[in-house]
């Protein structure tokens, strides 16, 4: 009995640093996203996806509160989570999201204008999508999800092999043609470009603003070309081994992560060691580790 108990505070969520700042992110994106539907998209009559866009539903035909709702609606859709998609860890922060964006929702109803900042839809659709955008973000950021469709989406993903994207498009088209017949075919067509953009943002918060670029450089002389890489930039350059697909000649291919103002740069250099060099530039969403941001 004593090791049953030991095992079962052992495999308690440690707190830590890391761990108390992902619930201020998930805290703050929980705000927002409580905050996007409260001042845009209630007032506009814009439904957003998956169990919040039905709690906005059901809530313009009976009145009952939308906080409560989404809190109820995702109960059962946490259960499962916690079934197959990783325990306690996904359960803990999931529910916490849940929790916070649903007494946001409920809570801060009498303290802003019921008819929200705006009348225009257009004004409406693009600063409800970027706010609910960044607060996905944040709570993406801080290792959560936000329920609903989340949950759902990861679960037939990882049950049925169904591609999560395709998951989110069938439970929000559902979402946007039960908007359609309650509100209007016009105010669902906003709720289809809300939805993009707010995923837009929401990707621009979750991996950042730090893109970079990548270099393949095919050179006859790798040696001079590294070194002035090495010297003129300061960057590393991993080197592979590569075979000319025409010609059947070992020509070495020399690798390299840059940031957006050194292109230039190293093209400069390339072509003035060899002017015969073969490169491509790429782009990577992110780099993390020497020379650009922490792994961790």
């Given at each position: 009995m004593q090791a049953c108990w030991k095992r079962a505070f052992s495999n308690r969520p440690r707190l830590s640093w890391d761990s108390g700042r992902d619930y201020i992110l998930i805290l703050m994106?929980?705000?927002?996203?409580?905050?996007?539907?409260?001042?845009?998209?209630?007032?506009?009559?814009?439904?957003?996806?998956?169990?919040?866009?039905?709690?906005?539903?059901?809530?313009?035909?009976?009145?009952?509160?939308?906080?409560v709702m989404v809190f109820l609606g995702n109960v059962p859709l946490l259960l499962l989570g916690w079934r197959y998609l990783g325990g306690s860890r996904f359960a803990f922060r999931t529910a916490f999201a849940v929790i916070s964006f649903s007494i946001f929702v409920d809570g801060l109803t009498p303290f802003l204008p019921t008819d929200g900042l705006t009348n225009d839809i257009v004004l409406?659709?693009?600063?409800?999508?970027?706010?609910?955008?960044?607060?996905?973000?944040?709570?993406?950021?801080?290792?959560?999800t936000s329920g609903g469709s989340d949950i759902l989406g990861r679960i037939l993903n990882h049950k049925r092999g169904i591609p999560i994207s395709q998951s989110y498009l069938i439970t929000d088209a559902l979402i946007i043609f039960l908007a359609g017949l309650s509100f209007s075919w016009e105010n669902a067509l906003y709720s289809l470009v809300m939805l993009y953009v707010s995923g837009i943002a929401a990707e621009a918060i979750t991996q950042g603003s730090n893109v970079v670029r990548t270099a393949l450089i095919v050179t006859g002389l790798p040696e001079d070309v590294k070194s002035e890489i090495f010297q003129g930039l300061g960057r590393g350059v991993t080197?592979?081994?590569?075979?000319?697909?025409?010609?059947?000649?070992?020509?070495?291919?020399?690798?390299?992560?840059?940031?957006?103002?050194?292109?230039?740069?190293?093209?400069?250099?390339?072509?003035?060691?060899?002017?015969?060099?073969?490169?491509?530039?790429?782009?990577?969403?992110?780099?993390?580790?020497e020379g650009f941001r922490p792994l961790s």
């Open positions: 994106g929980s705000l927002l996203q409580a905050l996007s539907l409260r001042l845009f998209l209630v007032p506009a009559n814009l439904a957003s996806g998956g169990i919040s866009g039905l709690s906005q539903i059901i809530n313009f035909y009976t009145g009952l509160p939308i906080g409406n659709t693009l600063y409800g999508a970027v706010v609910s955008g960044v607060g996905f973000g944040l709570v993406y950021r801080g290792q959560g080197e592979i081994s590569g075979k000319g697909g025409y010609t059947g000649s070992e020509r070495p291919v020399l690798y390299c992560v840059i940031t957006r103002s050194e292109v230039t740069r190293l093209k400069s250099l390339v072509s003035a060691v060899d002017p015969k060099a073969f490169m491509v530039i790429g782009q990577a969403h992110e780099a993390l580790g």
